[in-house]
T-cell receptor
């Protein structure tokens, strides 16, 4: 059972580079979201989507873009990486009705 | 003011002890509440949802007090395997808000 799959698991970038974190789910969940987790800060919502073609900003959206062209995929793009974006990123999906979030294994990003 | 606040701990308890975590939330209109467990360097996983009437799952009991806007988690007969970080989560509209987590270490 794949669930929520994130790639890559680890990435090192230089300041100013761009990259995309991939997220895919095979549970037909309408709701998908991206979080970053930093020490002492908890998980903070970056962007979320309630269905294909619909995205919205969360608590910390600056420097990130998302799109939702299919129900399955929800990529997160870093436009011009900054050291402040060094973090662990989690993608999560939810069927919506129960509210339970299913998480991917996380992507550790370091920006030098 | 943060949406969800938790005591970060750490809580260090002996095996067999009972331990309780509390969490407060700021928006009285929040509609759903959860406790998640996160092991070191792993993704969070749902421990249990929290209902107004209170709910129990084995050694774990969760309670919600809407009037005071707090959520609690009680763990009885602690096991070594309960060592983890426990995250309080609140659903407000379409956004999930996470507490910073409470660290628990169960000592042999």
């Amino acid at each position: 059972n794949a669930g929520v799959t994130q790639t890559p698991k680890f990435q090192v970038l230089k300041t100013g580079q761009s990259m995309t974190l991939q997220c895919a789910q095979d549970m037909n969940h309408e709701y998908m979201s991206w979080y970053r987790q930093d020490p002492g800060m908890g998980l903070r919502l970056i962007h979320y989507s309630v269905g294909a073609g619909i995205t919205d900003q969360g608590e910390v959206p600056n420097g990130y873009n998302v799109s939702r062209s299919t129900t399955e995929d929800f990529p997160l793009r870093l436009l011009s990486a900054a050291p402040s974006q060094t973090s662990v990123y989690f993608c999560a999906s939810s069927p919506g009705s129960t509210g339970e979030l299913f998480f991917g294994e996380g992507s550790r990003l370091t920006v030098l | 003011r943060k949406e969800v606040e938790q005591d970060p701990g750490p809580f260090n308890v002996p095996e067999g002890a009972t331990v309780a975590f509390n969490c407060t939330y700021s928006n009285s209109a929040s509609q759903s509440f959860f406790w998640y467990r996160q092991d070191c360097r792993k993704e969070p996983k749902l421990l249990m949802s929290v209902y107004s009437s209170g709910n129990e799952d084995g050694r774990f009991t969760a309670q919600l007090n809407r009037a005071s806007q707090y959520i609690s988690l009680l763990i009885r007969d602690s096991k070594l395997s309960d060592s983890a970080t426990y995250l309080c989560v609140v659903l407000d509209g379409n956004q999930f808000y996470f507490g910073t987590g409470t660290s628990l270490t169960v000592i042999p």
